[in-house]
C-alpha cells in the first residue's frame, strides 16, 4: 500500500506505474481515491470546527446559570445537543470515508524501481547472470518422480487415496534426504547470522491482508472453517506479522530471520506434464529468509538475499541463473523481484527454484511496522523476503544435477553430514 500523500501530491506518477504494470482498468481508482479523500478531509476538518464550538459555548452553560440566565443557558443546551448529533453524523461518516479509501488503496499497486523491466508477463522476464556451467549428460535422464521410485523414495497412488491430488508420501532415502536439505540450509543460513524461527502456521485475516494482495489471498490461502485463521503459503506471512502494531527501536535493526515451516497452497490453475510429481503441490516444506530493516538500506540487503540462494545451491553442485521480473509479473505490493532459477538437465532449461523480493515499505505500512528514528521521527520499515530453499521442488533439481548413469545420486560433501556420511544413494 503506497501513502496516499504521494496520490494527492503526482497522481500522474501512480498512474504511470500502474500502466507499467498492464493494469489499465485501475486508473479509475486513482481519481476515485482522490474524490473520495477530499471529502474525507472536509468531513474532518468539519467534525473538528464542530468540536471546537461544542467545547466554547458548552462552557458558557455554567456562567450562564449562575447569573440567572436560565433560558439563554438552556437555549445554548439545546446548540449543544444539535451539534452533539451532527457530530456522531460526521464520525460515522469519516469511519466509512476511511474504509472506502483503505479498500482502493489496498488494490493500487506498489511504485515500481526505476530499474525493472517492462513487460506484460513472466515471458518478458529478463536473465540476469548465470552461476555454474549447465551440463547435459550423455545418459537419458528419467522423469524426478521415475529417480524417487527407484529408490522406493516416493508413493503418489497412497497420497491420493488419503488426500487426493497435489500430495505424495516421500520414503527411505528421498524422505531422508529432504529432512537433510532442510537442515543444511537452516545452518547454512545460521552461518550467515540470520537468528532461525519456526513460526505459527496459522495466521488471523488481518495479518494476511497485511502481506499479500487480494488476488494473491484467493489464489493461495487455504482458509479454516469456522475460526478467523489462514493456513500459511509461505512463513514469510507469520514471520512479518510477528512485527504487526510495534514500533521498532532503530538500533536494533535490521532484523534478519531465517525460518522453517510447511506451507499451504491451493495452486489454482496448476496442470500440464511438468506439474505432475512433486513440481507443484499443495503441501511442501520450506526454509525463508526475512529482513526488516531501514529503507536506505534495503536494496543492500536485497542484494545479499538473493546471493544467499545462489550460494547454497552452488555448494550442492545445482548451476542456477537469476532472472529479473518485469513489471506485468510483480505481484502488486512488490517494488522489485528477482527469480533463482535451477538448472534441470532433463528438461535443458531453467526452473524457478526461489524468489527474492523487496516490498519497500507496503507491508509496513499496512501492518502497521514503524520504526522509531533517533530524531525521534517515526517512519515505516522495508521488508524483504527470499525462499532459501523448497524441497520437493528443490529436490527435482538435486536428483537431475547430481544423478549418475547407473541410477545412483551423489551427496555434495557438504551434504554428507546430514546423511548420515552417505556419499551416493544406491537403487533398490
Not at 136 to 163: K, N, Q
Amino acid at each position: 500500500m503506497i501513502d496516499i500523500k504521494l496520490i494527492r501530491e503526482n497522481p500522474e506518477l501512480v498512474k504511470e506505474n500502474i500502466r507499467k504494470k498492464f493494469q489499465d482498468q485501475k486508473l479509475i481508482l486513482v481519481d476515485e481515491v482522490i474524490e473520495l479523500d477530499k471529502e474525507n478531509r472536509k468531513t474532518k476538518q468539519e467534525a473538528e470546527d464542530l468540536r471546537a464550538e461544542k467545547n466554547k459555548i458548552s462552557k458558557m452553560i455554567g456562567g450562564l446559570m449562575a447569573q440567572g440566565k436560565k433560558e439563554e443557558a438552556e437555549n445554548i443546551k439545546k446548540r449543544v445537543t444539535e451539534a452533539a448529533g451532527r457530530l456522531q453524523e460526521l464520525e460515522e461518516k469519516e469511519v466509512e470515508l476511511a474504509k472506502k479509501i483503505k479498500e482502493i488503496m489496498m488494490v493500487i499497486p506498489n511504485i515500481i524501481d526505476p530499474s525493472v523491466p517492462i513487460g506484460k508477463d513472466d515471458s518478458e522476464n529478463v536473465e540476469v547472470e548465470r552461476f555454474g556451467e549447465p551440463v547435459i549428460p550423455d545418459f537419458e535422464i528419467p522423469y524426478h518422480t521415475d529417480i524417487m521410485e527407484s529408490f522406493h523414495g516416493i508413493d503418489l497412488d497412497s497420497a491420493r487415496r488419503v488426500a487426493g491430488n497435489g500430495f505424495y508420501y516421500l520414503m527411505g532415502d528421498i524422505a531422508r534426504l529432504h529432512s537433510a536439505v532442510i537442515s543444511y540450509a537452516r545452518d547454512f543460513m545460521i552461518n550467515r547470522g540470520f537468528t532461525y524461527c519456526v513460526p505459527p502456521f496459522m495466521i488471523r485475516s488481518n495479518v494476511v491482508t497485511g502481506v499479500m494482495s487480494f488476488a494473491e489471498m484467493e489464489s493461495m490461502m487455504y482458509k479454516i472453517e469456522g475460526e478467523d485463521l489462514y493456513l500459511i503459503g509461505t512463513s514469510e506471512h507469520s514471520m512479518i506479522g510477528k512485527f504487526i502494531d510495534q514500533i521498532l527501536d532503530e538500533d536494533k535493526l535490521p532484523y534478519t530471520l531465517t525460518s522453517y515451516s510447511p506451507c499451504f497452497r491451493k495452486e489454482k490453475g496448476a496442470h500440464g506434464i511438468e506439474e505432475r510429481g512433486v513440481y507443484r503441490i499443495h503441501q511442501f516444506e520450506k526454509q525463508e529468509m526475512v529482513v526488516v530493516c531501514k529503507p536506505e538500506e534495503s536494496n543492500m540487503w536485497y542484494d545479499k538475499l538473493w546471493q544467499n540462494t545462489v550460494d547454497l545451491f552452488r555448494s550442492l553442485d545445482i548451476p542456477v541463473r537469476t532472472l529479473e521480473c518485469c513489471s506485468g509479473d510483480l505481484a502488486d505490493l512488490k517494488v522489485k523481484s528477482v527469480d533463482v532459477e535451477a538448472w534441470s538437465p532433463r528438461q535443458k532449461k531453467y526452473f524457478e527454484v526461489g524468489s527474492c523480493s523487496n516490498l519497500g515499505d507496503a507491508q509496513a505500512r499496512r501492518l502497521q511496522i514503524r520504526v522509531n528514528g533517533k530524531d525521534g521521527k517515526k517512519y515505516f520499515a522495508h521488508t524483504l523476503n527470499n525462499t532459501v530453499v523448497a524441497p520437493p521442488r528443490m529436490l527435482i533439481a538435486f536428483l537431475e544435477n547430481n544423478l549418475n548413469a547407473d541410477g545412483s545420486v551423489n551427496i555434495p560433501e557438504v551434504l554428507q553430514p546430514y546423511m548420515g556420511g552417505m556419499k551416493k544413494i544406491e537403487k533398490k
